[in-house]
């Protein structure tokens, strides 16, 4: 079983970044491959980035891309979603993931385990 917890969500002006942050409580945590997904209001979790257990493979919506970075430091057990350029569609519960796959993928029933998510809201 793995713990994750997600923080670092708050609210932003649009054009402005954030850096969320997800914190895994198992040792093997090196081991999965992590995601970040998001869910608005009223609509399905839609996937947002993935990165493979060693960092070296990573893998974006388009929505996102070339705005947002996925990283992860194993030795800290944790994967970072870095958001720039946001924007107010970009409003939503973000939500980490961790998946027993060795290459990231986007399908949310790839991810066994999940965090409680944290609020990201763009509004000027």
């Known amino acids: 079983q793995v713990h994750l917890g997600e923080s670092g969500g708050g609210l932003v002006l649009p054009g402005g970044s954030l850096r969320l942050s997800c914190a895994a409580s198992?040792?093997?945590?090196?081991?999965?491959?992590m995601a970040w997904f998001r869910q608005a209001p009223g609509k399905e979790r839609d996937f947002v980035a993935a990165?493979?257990?060693?960092?070296?493979?990573?893998y974006y919506a388009n929505s996102v891309k070339g705005r947002f970075t996925i990283s992860r430091d194993n030795a800290k057990n944790t994967v970072y979603l870095q958001m720039n350029s946001l924007k107010p569609e970009d409003t939503a519960v973000y939500y980490c993931a961790a998946s027993g796959l060795r290459s990231p993928t986007p399908v949310v029933n790839d991810y066994l385990y999940w965090g409680q998510g944290t609020q990201v809201s763009v509004s000027s």
């Open positions: 990165i493979s257990w060693s960092g070296g493979s990573t």
């Open positions: 198992e040792r093997t945590f090196s081991l999965y491959t």
